[in-house]
């Protein structure tokens, strides 16, 4: 049983992951990286438990508020930048790396 509800787990993880790829060959557009990003959160405190340390990574990856001006990140709600350190491009390379850490683990 335990076994089944961990491939269950890598499963919907590896999902999210390979949405990634989606997301890049979209633009990537704003509005469905955050989309995207509140659903892997979600999905990650659902697997691990609120407050699990793979939850609270992943949303500092995510969430973190941009380093520059023109990208403020979700807390200013203002829509991000594509390029640079804090991009959305950037962004996703962080998270798909995280994401590949978490599913070996689970």
Do not use: C
Not at 25 to 54: H, R, S
């Amino acid at each position: 049983m335990q076994e089944t509800v961990r491939g269950k787990a890598r499963d919907l993880l590896t999902g999210s992951k390979d949405r990634i790829q989606r997301l890049r060959a979209m633009g990537p557009n704003p509005f469905d990286y955050w989309i995207w990003a509140d659903e892997t959160a979600q999905l990650l405190e659902t697997v691990f438990g609120k407050g699990a340390p793979q939850a609270l990574l992943f949303a500092e990856v995510v969430y973190e508020r941009g380093r520059t001006f023109d990208q403020r990140g979700a807390m200013d709600n203002m829509t991000l930048g594509i390029h640079g350190d804090w991009g959305i491009r950037a962004r996703l390379d962080r998270a798909e790396v995280m994401l590949e850490r978490i599913i070996g683990d689970v």
